[in-house]
């Protein structure tokens, strides 16, 4: 409860993590927030069924609320003129400012009294495309920062939000904001190509890195690296150098 | 939304992009095409001409009439050739034509052109400004674009909106260098740009679209001028797949007798992985293009012997992999040849 994830990926697509995230926080019972802003929903329908979660049923018992930026961009983009009370979730695109998103996201993880789920969650794929479309570094982690003190203390949700890096990336902004969520989450998830280049058995390494350091002063973090291969329906971990092709 | 990094004189990504138009009038699909540097109808009349032999031009005909039978759902994908496939491998007639061969020594007949419906966008004949885009806060001639883009995607129901329509189509879309200053944009001259976002928000609002619509898109990009990296990895970020053209004219590697054979390199930067947890993986990575007198052939890189004075090499490996890769953007496979062919 509370907790902070960070999802991170260089060279590689870390996407697969969301999935997972996903499907497992809709069958643990909880109440999800999904901020989509890249790809579309029945994208994530499918592949959510392949893990086995609907989508589309937890949509209408109102467990899961789907913020699909694509299409909410073109409907403020190419669409009526809105109510005045309404400010649309992805204003920022005209306007630089993320305080609608922020409060999309509050009113839909504090809901009513009749609810029966579980802590709340909140999902964010992906946060580098906020920058993209016009957030200033300093706005995406305010608005992080938002959202951690709304979910994670107030309502003691856990927050899960992937980012992508590279190593010898120029986009400063990018990195900025990368390192700074780094430093503030209880937990990173860092999904990397493998250095050596290209394999088709093994996809990628990741590094798990339990924060322990945030909570405790005197704590070390706790790394643990795993190799991965990316399936049809589900994903394959092993300790580094045991892929299956080699064993 | 197939990305593609044109090569520094514009040569082969200008065929690259013709070769997705054409395969659009042969399959039947209505064409869009954008430009701020040529009209469009030059493009359209320099389109290469469909090899039409009597084997392949049964399988036109089936091809045809699977792509129309077939039941789209409303939130279409771009790559929307992934989607083609399990009909096709489904019903065995129209198994084994997977796209079509083109002479580029030859011109398309304007007949064949004009039996799709053609949509063009000429930068500089384009009305001015629509008061609504200033909220949009985009570089104007990217905004227009995306006007009308939208207006033709609702107008002819590619997105589903014309209940009525029981015939379905699929709009492929060609842009053709953006990013360039013609565009009025000035990302590929300074650096930093003065408004750097346009372009990812152009992308944004464009893969919108192509989302939620029946089409397809390919985008040439002078890549080679735009000196800020941070926009490359952005727009990569945001396109379902990035090809990239590296041409060895001018270059030292025009000399170099390893690349003898080619004309150039092709580099993929990234596959679409859409509605699955994994995308199509080849086994390798290094492919280089060469353009004969009437076909433009992409194939896995090899080097040839090191002999000192022979000519003959030994022959290249089927490319069944790498093949199904490239055409998901350009739409041609070669089952069973040795070579992928357009």
Redesign the interface.
Known sequence: QGKFTLLRDTRTDGSFLVHHFLSFYLRAGCKVCFVALLQSFSHYNVVAQKLGVSLAAAKERGQLVFLEGLKSCLDLLFGEEEQPGQPSPLQFLSTSDLRALFGFVRESLSAGGGDCWKGPVLLLDDLSVLLSLGAAPVAVLDFIHYCRACVCCQLQGNVVVLVHSNEDSEDEENELVVNSLCHHSDLILWAEGLATGFCKDVHGQIKIIKRLSLRQAAEQDLVQIYQYKIQDRNVTFFAPGLSAAVL | LVFTEEDKYGLYSNLLFKYFLAEGVVCGHDLFVASAKEHPDNILKELPAPLLDDFSRKELGDEAAAVKSEDF?D?M?IAWRYQNLPKIEASPTTYTKFGHYYDVSKKMSPELCQSVKLHSFYLHEELSFEPKMK???MNSGYARL??SI?RIISQEGFDGSDPQKKQRNVLRIGIQSLGSILWGDDVCCSDPPEDP?SL??FL??L???L??SLSACIITVPAHLIQ???IM??VT??SDMVVGLESFIGSERETNPLYKDYHGLVHVHQIP???????D?S?T?DLAFRLKRKQLTIERLHLPPDLSDTVSRASKQDLAGSAKLLSSGCGAMAIGKKHLDF
């Open positions: 759902q939130s994908k909220a949009w806060n995306l006007q939208q976002q990812t928000k944004y609002v893969r919108g679209l989302r939620k800020n990296k941070a990895e952005r970020n945001l992985r859409l509605n699955s947890l994994i995308c993986v086994d990575k």
